[in-house]
């Protein structure tokens, strides 16, 4: 199955167009998070990571979409960059995060991912990075599994803990 992968984009109204995509994996990701304190509200899911997004590319990120052959978006991916040196990790010039990948779920393992991926770290490595990463959602092993197969491992762990009296 052809794809298509876009050059870096930081169009604002191109973002409106990833909102099914966006939607299909905080689903998905409700399935499987081992972590049970996820948005329920889909739609407002979409417009607080819109938000996010606009916020991003405000601030130099850019994203790359998959398309199908006859033009229908299949994925997405969403790059920010933070320049120079990190506080904890090993890097000199700086960092690319993949803030976001997702492909539609009828085109996962067809390549489209992977694509996504490639194209995502030419980005990082095109603005000067030297370290790229990439959070994956606990209890997503098929992501997990991706990604370890593309080189990338484990390096710190996000521990969430909800307070049931937050002014406590």
Not at 112 to 140: H, P, S
Request: glycine share 12%; net charge negative.
């Amino acid at each position: 199955m052809p794809h298509h992968i876009s050059g870096p984009r930081i169009d604002v109204d191109g973002l409106e167009d990833l909102a099914p995509l966006w939607m299909e994996l905080h689903r998905h990701h409700r399935t499987v998070s081992e972590y049970r304190a996820l948005v329920q509200d889909v739609a407002a899911s979409w417009q607080r990571r819109l938000a996010w997004y606009r916020r991003l590319l405000e601030g130099g990120a850019s994203y790359l979409t998959a398309s199908d052959d006859e033009g229908r978006l299949i994925g997405y991916a969403m790059v920010a960059i933070e320049a120079g040196p990190d506080d904890t990790f090993e890097t000199e010039q700086g960092t690319g995060e993949i803030v976001t990948l997702v492909v539609t779920e009828a085109r996962r393992s067809t390549g489209v991912g992977q694509a996504l991926l490639g194209a995502a770290e030419g980005i990082a490595r095109d603005r000067g990075c030297d370290t790229v990463k990439i959070a994956v959602m606990a209890g997503n092993g098929r992501a997990g599994a991706f990604y370890e197969t593309h080189g990338y491992s484990g390096a710190e762990h996000v521990l969430y803990r909800r307070l049931s009296d937050p002014a406590a």
